[in-house]
């Protein structure tokens, strides 16, 4: 299909996207200076990358609210274990808090698929069991910077493009967006040259269907949750990486943001339609407007009442798109 044709959902948010740029700029113009774009795009990174998790699920008909505490658990486990083990390295790491994600993403699963639970009800209760776990069995205190492994802040330090400030002080493009952009591309090819990606698209169209065409429901819904699971956890060690800071209160109410994003990006809330580059667009469009609203000294409570508004407003459209269709 062409990216250009305005039946496209795509093309829609990229309009908007690009009009809602101009006017923030012309409203205040330091939107447009250079610090502030690599800043907002730096901000995309763990939203995003969480986002492509819960697209996943919300294509297969399903619905996540677990991922911010899986995210927080794998960030704060795995620094516990490298200052307990003096663990070097990068790789391990990430590997561990992937893993972690992966393994909680598997639980939703089981109780999804198996014991056929309702997606909410299940992920609403994962969350509190695993921040409550990590709370009352790991600890509270957080892990500053003089504590936080070297490496990983090295790591997620690295910038693609430096520059100096007005200031004396230097500015620079984050390489983590490369690491964004990557999944996210990894995710677009599963979901559209994978069988099984387009058995995430069938599952959530209808159901029955995809099973009698000899989909398999189970397999999809501990892919998705998985995947979903181990995106959130490599998020959350990213996360701590980059703000030299590992908070086991982290990432409440973060759900709210990238399931706004989601569904801003054009994914149906009953399942069966989405795309990657429609959630890339509609985090971006996200953390824009947040940023935005800062740069404008609009209070936090008033952030979070424009993000509320964002989302009725999207799934208005959506459910009323989908109502169409269907007629």
């Known amino acids: 299909m062409n990216f250009l044709s305005l039946r496209r959902s795509e093309t829609v948010i990229a309009l908007v996207l690009l009009a809602a740029m101009v006017l923030i700029g012309l409203i205040n113009p330091a939107f447009w200076s250079l610090s502030n774009l ?12 969480m986002a492509l998790g819960v697209l996943m699920v919300m294509i297969s008909g399903g619905i996540d609210v677990s991922f911010p505490a899986f995210a927080v658990a794998a960030l704060y486990l795995t620094i516990r274990a490298m ?3 003096d663990w070097h390295g990068v790789f391990g790491p990430f590997a561990l808090a992937t893993a972690i994600g992966l393994g909680l993403g598997l639980v939703n699963a089981f109780f999804v698929s198996r014991l056929r639970m309702i997606p909410l009800i299940v992920t609403l209760g994962t969350a509190a069991a695993v921040r409550g776990g990590l709370l009352g069995l790991v600890g ?4 500053n910077i003089d504590r936080m492994p070297k490496e990983l802040i090295g790591f997620a330090s690295m910038t ?9 002080t230097h500015f620079g493009l984050s390489a ?19 069988l099984l990606g387009r058995g995430v698209f069938a599952l959530g169209s ?3 269907a995809a099973r009698r065409v000899g989909f398999n429901p189970t397999m999809i819904v501990f892919a998705v949750y998985g995947l979903a ?3 959130a956890g490599f998020a959350g060690l990213l996360h701590g990486s980059m703000i030299w800071l590992a908070n086991p209160r982290d990432f409440v109410g973060v759900e709210l943001d990238v399931i706004a994003a989601v569904v801003l990006g054009g994914a149906s809330i009953f399942g069966g339609r989405g795309s990657v580059l429609g959630t890339v667009l509609g985090v971006f469009m996200l953390v824009m407007v947040s940023n935005s609203l800062i740069l404008m000294h609009i209070a936090t409570t008033w952030q979070r009442i424009v993000v509320g508004g964002i989302i009725i407003t999207a799934t208005t459209i959506t459910a009323l798109r989908d109502r169409q269709q269907i007629a």
């Open 83 to 85: 200052i307990a083990w």
């Open 229 to 231: 699971g181990a995106l």
């Open 176 to 194: 983590m967006i490369v690491v964004y952009l990557l999944a996210a591309v990894l995710v677009h090819l599963f979901l559209t040259r994978t």
């Open 140 to 143: 509270t205190s957080q892990i």
């Open 38 to 49: 690599f800043s907002l795009a730096r901000s995309n990174v763990i939203v995003g990358l």
């Open 160 to 168: 693609l493009i430096e520059l100096p400030g007005p200031d004396g």
């Open 206 to 208: 209808a159901a029955e």
